[in-house]
């Protein structure tokens, strides 16, 4: 899992300028299951509605929430999704207790006439979408005052409860992303390109994680983008 594979592409302004761009709200989560399993929801919801042709479709219920969603029946795309979701954690994992974003996009493939300096093939994105998580710490042990002493509490003492709530109020924000996402699918339609001589159940589509840098990764990708450098990108 060290071992992380980078694909170095370059891009120009002209790529994004014509992007539908939806920033879903932000979800504030702390173990490492409710980022897999929010992020499973979300990436399959997504690309379930920009699958291609005819594709048979999958109701999956949610290990941790009572959530039913659906997705692509295809297990190659189902791989690659736990695949980007592994190297995600693996990231919060070097980087606890921080906001970060999961960049969904789909594009076009433009054949270009080949230079010393870029590549045959160009990416020219028409949809993005930033998944929004607050990853929080675990709750320390804190302190209630009986009639005759002061007891401390672990976080063992009363965690079942505190999850029970958190987790509740997280699967009702994932509810109100998921309505957002059939929200924008159904109002934005005019920038979806024709449907492209390709294989697979999707269009053209990549997932972006933050980097290794401490850098905000918006800031950092765009910054990369107009500066034609090489952002990361696991696709």
Same mark, same amino acid.
């Given at each position: ?43 399959? /919801? ?21 959530? /039913? ?45 080949? /230079? ?55 699967? /009702? ?63």
């Amino acid at each position: 899992m060290t071992d992380i594979d980078f694909e170095a592409q370059v891009y120009s302004v002209h790529d994004i300028m014509n992007c539908e761009v939806c920033h879903l709200k932000e979800l504030e989560v702390e173990e490492h299951s409710e980022i897999r399993e929010v992020l499973r929801c979300i990436l399959h /919801t997504i690309v379930f509605h920009r699958a291609l042709g005819l594709v048979r479709p999958k109701d999956k219920d949610s290990e941790l929430f009572e959530i /039913t969603y659906v997705q692509c029946e295809d297990s190659e795309l189902e791989k690659k999704i736990e695949e980007k979701i592994d190297l995600f954690i693996f990231w919060v994992e070097k980087h606890p207790n921080k906001k970060s974003q999961v960049c969904l996009s789909f594009y076009e493939v433009k054949n270009n006439k080949a /230079t010393w300096f870029t590549n045959k093939t160009e990416r020219l994105y028409w949809e993005q979408w930033y998944i929004n998580l607050n990853i929080t710490k675990h709750p320390k042990a804190h302190r209630r005052k009986s009639h005759h002493s002061e007891v401390i509490i672990g976080p063992g003492d009363c965690v079942m409860e505190e999850k029970s709530g958190r987790q509740a109020a997280l699967e /009702t924000s994932l509810h109100e992303v998921l309505f957002q996402i059939i929200k924008f699918v159904n109002e934005k339609r005019d920038h979806i390109p024709p449907v492209p001589n390709v294989e697979g159940v999707s269009f053209p589509y990549e997932i972006t994680i933050p980097s290794s840098s401490d850098s905000t990764f918006g800031m950092d990708m765009f910054k990369r983008m107009l500066q034609t450098g090489h952002p990361t990108m696991l696709s």
